[in-house]
């Protein structure tokens, strides 16, 4: 029988194998750790959904924080396969105007298995830089710029001619298969503050995809580099210019740990507004719900949904020079650890507004449009409120006041 607290909330029971902001929330709510399938909710790295998940029975009350097939979502070719078939699907439905807005993201293709593709456009745009990033590693690992196809020519031999290296000598070990990755179009002309290219890193809770039910933080952060942005050609393998991963910035030699490379989203579009007017911030702001929303319609039809599963998306965005978003990634698990006091403060709050909004307890009536820093902007369609003329997007808003971490 489960126990209850002092004002009579049944004591919800967790499992977690992070040693992070995860678990100083779960104990800060006067949640009971567990180690056995008895939890009311577990909060799981991505190797349990694929060795456990289909292994075990849920009870009604039990919440998992990954639906089955996330990687549809946060796996970089995944994704990208899925953006060009909604487009494609919206373009055969004669729907011309809203395939139009999936412009979010630019030329992509898979290679090797889309290698003779990428050389076509590749050869329609001589002299632009292309970007190349694994499809399964996370923090800045193995991603390279290139202006040239002699640089990537390994992926193209391969491909072609797999048992090349084999054919003359039958005892010889099967060669090296190509490791697949994703080849972009490089944004070359990125919006800078200071002189130094950034990312904003966006948080977004799914609770549905039966039907869509969206959640956006209004709180984040941009992720700034320590080195002045250069396309010089010298410096396209400088990972302290191109790349704003806080994994790559901290061994920068002049990375300072107290200040951390990045500012709260807030503050960011304060200086839109300052820098470009009140309309202008607001439209840029605006056009990230869209193509969050936009996303996620585009791996809703394919999404496993479940009622015991939710999902905490970290969406990383760019800007252009113009103030036009540019989607890089969605990651299934952003990080939930912090690197500066600031840090902790925002991710203890983001995950104590996770719980709020997933009610455990039962305190909540189900109908509220807004939980802290959380606000409601899809449930089957968009949400509208009276708001919405003067500010078509909370996000990068005031959030309420936080509750003070331990």
Partial sequence: MNRRDTQG?????????????????????????????DWDIIWAEKDWIHQCFDHIHLEDRQRVNHFRNYYELCRKDMLIKNLKKTKKRLERED?????????????????????GLFKEEYKKHKGVTWIMKPIAKSQGKGIFLFTRLSQITEWNRLKQD????????????????AETYIVQRYLD?????????????????VTSYSPLTVYLYRSGFARFTFHRFSMNPRDLANSYIHLTNVAIQKTAPDYDPQSGCKWELMHFKQYLVARHGFTAANEC???????IVRTLLAVQRVVINDKHCFELYGYDIMMDNSLKPWLIEVNASPSLTADTWMDYELKFALLTDVFDVLDLEGRRTGTEDRVGGF???????????AYRALCPSMLGCDNPPRRDPP
């Fill in 189 to 205: 002309d990125p919006y800078l503050v200071g002189g130094k290219k950034f990312d904003m890193r966006i948080y977004v809770l």
């Fill in 162 to 177: 797999p048992d090349a290296d084999t054919r003359s000598r039958r005892d010889a070990p099967p060669p090296p298969k």
């Fill in 285 to 291: 702001f605006a056009r990230i719900q869209s193509l």
């Fill in 375 to 385: 606000d409601l902007i899809y449930r089957g369609a968009p949400i509208e409120n």
């Fill in 9 to 37: 909330h049944r004591t919800i029971k967790f499992r977690t194998f992070l040693r992070n902001t995860v678990l100083d929330v779960m104990r800060h709510r006067g949640w009971k750790e567990v180690d056995s399938d």
């Fill in 95 to 115: 729907r011309q105007a809203e395939a139009a807005k999936y412009d979010f993201f630019p030329p992509t293709f898979v290679v090797p298995q889309e290698y």
